[in-house]
């Protein structure tokens, strides 16, 4: 169903993907720990992990987006042409985009974990 | 040129003896400049009139073409958005002067209820649904959207439960309880307004799912040749995202719906903390729905902003992948931001924290989308057209509300502001810079597609002006009034305390508001009929809709063109000439039939002839029925409820019995330049087994909320479940979740034997998964009743019969679709060749599956493991 790489809508918006999934888990951690313990430290810490990992993960879709888009190549950032080429640059260019996006999110998600110390 | 058989690769391998495209694709140039014979191209305008035209006489509101349901879509959202208006100057009337009594306090908790719902709910989104309806097939050059009965089911839908829950101002029995319906409020309410609320727009609801299935279908499957997915318009990409959203944002609501019945209805406490409920978790599932719904609103609104300003720049947009990742990263980091409109709720700092750094995040998106266009006006050559001023105005005013929306993410100005006029200041300029303005502006763009015929400037100008100071005079003072301390859903206020002048201001500038729009409405609604046709392109635009044939022959395309550009009506100079001559896809409808060109979603590669369903009253009688199994229980009338809803599924049967994947005439057809298509084809290449995935999508959705809902109480409540609580009893459970996955392989061999030709074992395991069924939703009842789980007496008992009462009605479904495929290959409707029916069926099955093993797992394992 994802079907190959360049071709897919859907490693389009994984970065996205993660962003969701990072926003999810960090939401549910804090709910859980501070209701149930509470426990600002393991709260902060649980994040801090999530958000390094969701980077990471951001890194390398964002690393394989900047390769399919291939801009190096050619300088070429418009792809309004009906080929597959302008096609997979396209989905690499607007994947990359996207990777951006979605670190800026991450970041900004987690950093509440930096400066506040408690769970009220 | 290549051979289109080579360049498909088969993927999907139990599909290897199905018909596969043959001959040419692309189409190379000597093939399109080859003149078509005029009597020929004679012949199939005939026979393509005949086919597109719309039912006579009274037979009219049974077209299903969206070109009408558009309109009626479009027109009846207006008027609705024109009441729920009325209603707003009605109550400036009562605040315009201090302790006025123009109004009860009663009437104006009704009137701002509905005012709210109104206009979010029977305009806002109905609104974006009723003009995708009408454009997106032009856009993409496609005859009509896929699923063309849909469209009508879910505008009739609309019209009967818009209605009822308008009317009921009427009655004084209205919704009092504020747009969103805070427990214990609303669940404490006298009177049938909350069920009103709660039932008819649950219906309304349904009906939006509906629409957004059709559209990410439209957007996804009936792209014409070539237009892969980087030369899109704009539009489309906007429809597919907020489709997208509509699946994600919707089911939460619907599943708060539910439960929110179910305690008015039977007395489940799921929102009453004196029995382990907690009013909060409706809070969260309305906001979940309700943050991502404003960008649902905003987006295919700001895409029309997308349409208009390279027509009026005279050239392409600038950042067209700019534009893309706005449209996506806003409508993904839209469902980060629900908890800041409950910052006052008392959630831990930290949590608070993320929802505002989200909040604050999802401005660089919804910014860049703003700087593209401005850049694109900036390199263009712009012509001030009508609709280009009121994109400019709808710009000026939502970058306004922009910025009192980044100071009220901020948790400590909101905790000031919270609740007071700010607010109402803030969200009026964000909606109507974000939907309304543009979506003038775009109906003033497109009415010459509409309608063939061109609004008058003047009177644009006119309304344009009025409405633009008016909307100032009335919101912008507002700011001021809340923070000089005015709470909102006050029906009056003292005098002398600073108020007075301001709320005056405001009230002056509601009716400078509405003799703006009332200009727009007469220049809308008056006659044009002595008034000369409009020309074929009058804004020079580039994209698709701008072929369209006047006067109106109701086909939508002669022929469904090859595209190769982002702005073919610019860059493809003779496509029009061969658009006319029926020089490109289908230019002819030989078996009489509606028919169009299924394309690949990423490459646009023809993969498939569509033959689309026409004019039909079973889909009218669908929604009255669908209406009547809403509408009745919110006045406690079960039994017609129950006969209404089988009535309805009666009439759904005879419609997808009598009009879908019916077996073709011939397994494939000539589509014109040298292509041969299948005119029949099963599994992810069909349109309709999309729209079972996106819908299972949005299902899944809601079950992913009920389950949010049993993680949430556990978070939140020390006694879920309470001390010595009665679990469900696992042997049943157990039961339950060995029968419903013996349905699911029953159904998933029968697909597959089936397909080998072995037709009677089919027929065995067809009839065998339903009975399946049936024992294992039996055995999942057992569970909770056996044991004696009383759903009354406590949130864990009823979240527990709430899981299993949404799993059985699902069982139901699932039952059903069994049920026709075994009588489909009864009476040779489903064959081995044509069995798309049973594919979808199948797919049904696997979401269903995943959704009865969770529900056993929730009520036979987790609660003692809590």
Same mark, same amino acid.
């Given at each position: 169903m994802l079907g190959p790489r360049e071709s897919s809508l859907w490693h389009m918006i994984s970065a996205p993907t993660i962003w969701a999934l990072h926003f999810c888990v960090v939401y549910g951690w804090t709910a859980s720990v501070c209701a149930r313990g509470p426990d600002p430290a393991a709260a902060r810490l649980g994040i801090g992990i999530a958000t390094a990992v969701a980077l990471l993960g951001i890194a390398v879709v964002g690393w394989r987006a900047w390769r399919q888009w291939d801009y190096l190549d050619d300088y070429d950032y418009e792809h309004d042409g009906p080929s597959v080429e302008d096609r997979r640059e396209f989905l690499g260019h607007a994947g990359w985009l996207l990777a951006i996006v979605s670190a800026i999110g991450v970041i900004f998600v987690g950093m509440p974990a930096l400066f506040i110390e408690t769970c009220l | 040129m290549t051979?289109?058989?080579?360049?498909?690769?088969?993927?999907?391998?139990?599909?290897?003896?199905?018909?596969?495209?043959?001959?040419?694709?692309?189409?190379?140039?000597?093939?399109?400049?080859?003149?078509?014979?005029?009597?020929?191209?004679?012949?199939?305008?005939?026979?393509?009139? @005949?086919?597109?035209? #719309?039912? $006579? !006489?009274?037979?009219? /509101?049974?077209?299903?073409?969206?070109?009408?349901?558009?309109?009626?879509?479009?027109?009846?959202?207006?008027?609705?958005?024109?009441?729920?208006?009325?209603?707003?100057?009605?109550?400036?009337?009562?605040?315009?002067?201090?302790?006025?009594?123009?109004?009860?306090?009663?009437?104006?908790?009704?009137?701002?209820?509905?005012?709210?719902?109104?206009?979010?709910?029977?305009?806002?989104?109905?609104?974006?649904?009723?003009?995708?309806?009408?454009?997106?097939?032009?856009?993409?050059?496609?005859?009509?959207?896929?699923?063309?009965?849909?469209?009508?089911?879910?505008?009739?839908?609309?019209?009967?439960?818009?209605?009822?829950?308008?009317?009921?101002?009427?009655?004084?029995?209205?919704?009092?309880?504020?747009?969103?319906?805070?427990?214990?409020? @609303?669940?404490?309410? #006298?009177? $049938? !307004?909350?069920?009103? /609320?709660?039932?008819?727009?649950?219906f309304i609801e349904v009906a939006s799912i509906a629409a957004a299935v059709e559209l990410i279908v439209g957007v996804i499957k009936c792209r014409p040749p070539g237009m892969r997915i980087n030369l899109m318009p704009l539009y489309a990409w906007y429809v597919l995202v907020v489709g997208g959203m509509i699946l994600f944002a919707f089911p939460p609501l619907i599943a708060g719906d539910f439960l929110f019945e179910m305690q008015r209805s039977f007395d489940w406490p799921f929102f009453d903390p004196e029995r382990g409920g907690d009013p909060l978790l409706w809070q969260h599932l309305f906001w979940i729905f309700g943050h991502p719904e404003v960008y649902i609103i905003f987006l295919p609104s700001i895409a029309i902003a997308a349409m208009v300003i390279p027509t009026a720049a005279r050239r392409p947009i600038m950042g067209y992948n700019w534009i893309v990742l706005s449209a996506v990263g806003t409508g993904f980091l839209s469902f980060g931001l629900w908890v800041h409109h409950m910052f006052t709720t008392g959630l831990p700092s930290l949590s608070l924290g993320f929802f505002s750094a989200a909040s604050e995040a999802v401005v660089i998106p919804t910014g860049v989308q703003i700087f593209a266009f401005v850049a694109t006006l900036m390199v263009g050559r712009v012509r001030m057209i009508q609709p280009m001023l009121w994109i400019a105005g709808a710009v000026a005013i939502f970058t306004a509300g922009g910025l009192t929306g980044i100071m009220i993410a901020l948790a400590p100005f909101d905790w000031q502001v919270h609740d007071t006029y700010f607010i109402v200041a803030h969200l009026h300029y964000t909606l109507f810079g974000g939907m309304?303005?543009?979506?003038?502006?775009?109906?003033?763009?497109?009415?010459?597609f509409f309608a063939k015929?061109?609004?008058?400037?003047?009177?644009?100008?006119?309304?344009?002006?009025?409405?633009?100071?008016?909307?100032?005079?009335?919101?912008?003072?507002?700011?001021?009034?809340?923070?000089?301390?005015?709470?909102?859903?006050?029906?009056?206020?003292p005098g002398d305390i600073g108020w007075d002048w301001l709320n005056m201001v405001s009230t002056i500038g509601a009716f400078v508001v509405a003799s703006g729009i009332l200009v727009f409405a007469y220049d809308l609604l008056r006659p044009k009929s002595r008034q000369p046709l409009t020309e074929r392109n009058p804004w020079g635009g580039g994209t698709l809709e701008w072929a369209h044939d006047i006067p109106d022959p109701g086909w939508g395309s002669r022929s469904v063109p090859y595209i190769t550009s982002r702005y073919p009506l610019w860059d493809q100079p003779k496509l029009l000439e061969r658009m006319d001559a029926g020089r490109f896809y289908i230019p002819d409808a030989p078996e009489g039939l509606r028919e169009t060109i299924v394309t690949s979603a990423v490459d646009a590669v023809p993969q498939h002839v569509a033959r689309i369903?026409?004019?039909?009253?079973?889909?009218?009688?669908?929604?009255?029925?669908?209406?009547?199994?809403?509408?009745?229980?919110?006045?406690?009338?079960?039994?017609?409820?129950?006969?209404?809803?089988?009535?309805?599924?009666?009439?759904?049967?005879?419609?997808?019995?009598?009009?879908?994947?019916?077996?073709?005439?011939?397994?494939?057809?000539?589509?014109?330049?040298?292509?041969?298509?299948?005119?029949?084809?099963?599994?992810?290449?069909?349109?309709?087994w999309w729209g079972v995935f996106i819908t299972m999508l949005g299902d899944a959705t809601a079950f992913a909320s009920l389950i949010f809902g049993v993680f949430f109480y556990w978070t939140a409540r020390p006694d879920f479940p309470p001390e010595n609580a009665v679990h469900a009893d696992p042997a049943f459970a157990g039961l339950a979740a060995a029968a419903f996955a013996a349905s699911w392989a029953a159904t998933r061999i029968a697909r597959g034997v089936n397909r080998s030709g072995n037709v009677l074992t089919a027929r065995l395991l067809l009839g065998a998964a339903p009975l399946l069924g049936i024992a294992g939703a039996t055995a999942l009842v057992l569970a909770v009743w056996w044991p004696g789980l009383e759903p009354a007496t406590h949130v864990y008992p009823a979240m527990m019969w709430a899981l299993v009462v949404w799993t059985c009605a699902h069982v139901g479904a699932g039952v059903i679709m069994q049920g026709y495929c075994l009588a489909g290959s009864i009476f040779g409707k489903l064959t081995p060749r044509y069995d798309a029916d049973l594919w979808n069926t199948t797919l049904f099955w696997h979401f269903l599956v995943v959704t009865c093993l969770i529900t056993a797992a929730m009520i036979g394992i987790l609660p003692r493991m809590l």
């Amino acid at each position: 169903m994802l079907g190959p790489r360049e071709s897919s809508l859907w490693h389009m918006i994984s970065a996205p993907t993660i962003w969701a999934l990072h926003f999810c888990v960090v939401y549910g951690w804090t709910a859980s720990v501070c209701a149930r313990g509470p426990d600002p430290a393991a709260a902060r810490l649980g994040i801090g992990i999530a958000t390094a990992v969701a980077l990471l993960g951001i890194a390398v879709v964002g690393w394989r987006a900047w390769r399919q888009w291939d801009y190096l190549d050619d300088y070429d950032y418009e792809h309004d042409g009906p080929s597959v080429e302008d096609r997979r640059e396209f989905l690499g260019h607007a994947g990359w985009l996207l990777a951006i996006v979605s670190a800026i999110g991450v970041i900004f998600v987690g950093m509440p974990a930096l400066f506040i110390e408690t769970c009220l | 040129m290549t051979d289109i058989t080579q360049s498909m690769s088969r993927r999907v391998l139990e599909n290897a003896d199905d018909a596969r495209p043959e001959g040419i694709y692309p189409p190379t140039e000597e093939m399109l400049d080859e003149p078509v014979d005029p009597e020929l191209r004679k012949a199939q305008e005939e026979r393509l009139r @005949a086919v597109w035209a #719309e039912p $006579p !006489g009274w037979r009219y /509101w049974s077209a299903v073409n969206n070109s009408e349901v558009g309109a009626w879509y479009s027109l009846t959202a207006f008027a609705f958005m024109l009441a729920a208006g009325l209603l707003a100057l009605l109550m400036r009337v009562q605040l315009a002067v201090p302790e006025n009594d123009f109004l009860s306090a009663d009437t104006f908790n009704q009137f701002f209820t509905m005012h709210g719902s109104a206009m979010m709910f029977l305009f806002a989104v109905p609104m974006f649904e009723a003009i995708s309806i009408l454009l997106l097939p032009a856009f993409l050059g496609a005859r009509d959207m896929p699923f063309p009965r849909l469209s009508a089911y879910g505008y009739w839908s609309f019209l009967i439960g818009g209605i009822f829950v308008l009317s009921s101002v009427l009655f004084g029995i209205a919704p009092d309880s504020g747009w969103f319906m805070y427990p214990p409020l @609303a669940t404490e309410s #006298e009177g $049938p !307004g909350s069920d009103i /609320w709660l039932l008819g727009l649950s219906f309304i609801e349904v009906a939006s799912i509906a629409a957004a299935v059709e559209l990410i279908v439209g957007v996804i499957k009936c792209r014409p040749p070539g237009m892969r997915i980087n030369l899109m318009p704009l539009y489309a990409w906007y429809v597919l995202v907020v489709g997208g959203m509509i699946l994600f944002a919707f089911p939460p609501l619907i599943a708060g719906d539910f439960l929110f019945e179910m305690q008015r209805s039977f007395d489940w406490p799921f929102f009453d903390p004196e029995r382990g409920g907690d009013p909060l978790l409706w809070q969260h599932l309305f906001w979940i729905f309700g943050h991502p719904e404003v960008y649902i609103i905003f987006l295919p609104s700001i895409a029309i902003a997308a349409m208009v300003i390279p027509t009026a720049a005279r050239r392409p947009i600038m950042g067209y992948n700019w534009i893309v990742l706005s449209a996506v990263g806003t409508g993904f980091l839209s469902f980060g931001l629900w908890v800041h409109h409950m910052f006052t709720t008392g959630l831990p700092s930290l949590s608070l924290g993320f929802f505002s750094a989200a909040s604050e995040a999802v401005v660089i998106p919804t910014g860049v989308q703003i700087f593209a266009f401005v850049a694109t006006l900036m390199v263009g050559r712009v012509r001030m057209i009508q609709p280009m001023l009121w994109i400019a105005g709808a710009v000026a005013i939502f970058t306004a509300g922009g910025l009192t929306g980044i100071m009220i993410a901020l948790a400590p100005f909101d905790w000031q502001v919270h609740d007071t006029y700010f607010i109402v200041a803030h969200l009026h300029y964000t909606l109507f810079g974000g939907m309304i303005f543009p979506i003038i502006g775009g109906v003033y763009y497109f009415y010459p597609f509409f309608a063939k015929k061109k609004m008058s400037d003047r009177l644009g100008r006119w309304s344009f002006w009025l409405t633009f100071t008016g909307f100032n005079l009335c919101f912008l003072p507002m700011h001021l009034t809340g923070l000089k301390g005015m709470p909102r859903r006050v029906f009056t206020y003292p005098g002398d305390i600073g108020w007075d002048w301001l709320n005056m201001v405001s009230t002056i500038g509601a009716f400078v508001v509405a003799s703006g729009i009332l200009v727009f409405a007469y220049d809308l609604l008056r006659p044009k009929s002595r008034q000369p046709l409009t020309e074929r392109n009058p804004w020079g635009g580039g994209t698709l809709e701008w072929a369209h044939d006047i006067p109106d022959p109701g086909w939508g395309s002669r022929s469904v063109p090859y595209i190769t550009s982002r702005y073919p009506l610019w860059d493809q100079p003779k496509l029009l000439e061969r658009m006319d001559a029926g020089r490109f896809y289908i230019p002819d409808a030989p078996e009489g039939l509606r028919e169009t060109i299924v394309t690949s979603a990423v490459d646009a590669v023809p993969q498939h002839v569509a033959r689309i369903t026409g004019p039909a009253w079973c889909t009218i009688w669908a929604a009255v029925f669908t209406g009547g199994a809403f509408i009745f229980p919110t006045f406690h009338m079960y039994p017609p409820a129950i006969v209404c809803g089988i009535l309805a599924i009666a009439c759904v049967i005879y419609w997808l019995w009598t009009s879908t994947a019916l077996v073709p005439e011939k397994p494939m057809k000539d589509a014109g330049l040298g292509l041969r298509l299948p005119t029949y084809v099963s599994g992810p290449r069909a349109p309709g087994w999309w729209g079972v995935f996106i819908t299972m999508l949005g299902d899944a959705t809601a079950f992913a909320s009920l389950i949010f809902g049993v993680f949430f109480y556990w978070t939140a409540r020390p006694d879920f479940p309470p001390e010595n609580a009665v679990h469900a009893d696992p042997a049943f459970a157990g039961l339950a979740a060995a029968a419903f996955a013996a349905s699911w392989a029953a159904t998933r061999i029968a697909r597959g034997v089936n397909r080998s030709g072995n037709v009677l074992t089919a027929r065995l395991l067809l009839g065998a998964a339903p009975l399946l069924g049936i024992a294992g939703a039996t055995a999942l009842v057992l569970a909770v009743w056996w044991p004696g789980l009383e759903p009354a007496t406590h949130v864990y008992p009823a979240m527990m019969w709430a899981l299993v009462v949404w799993t059985c009605a699902h069982v139901g479904a699932g039952v059903i679709m069994q049920g026709y495929c075994l009588a489909g290959s009864i009476f040779g409707k489903l064959t081995p060749r044509y069995d798309a029916d049973l594919w979808n069926t199948t797919l049904f099955w696997h979401f269903l599956v995943v959704t009865c093993l969770i529900t056993a797992a929730m009520i036979g394992i987790l609660p003692r493991m809590l």
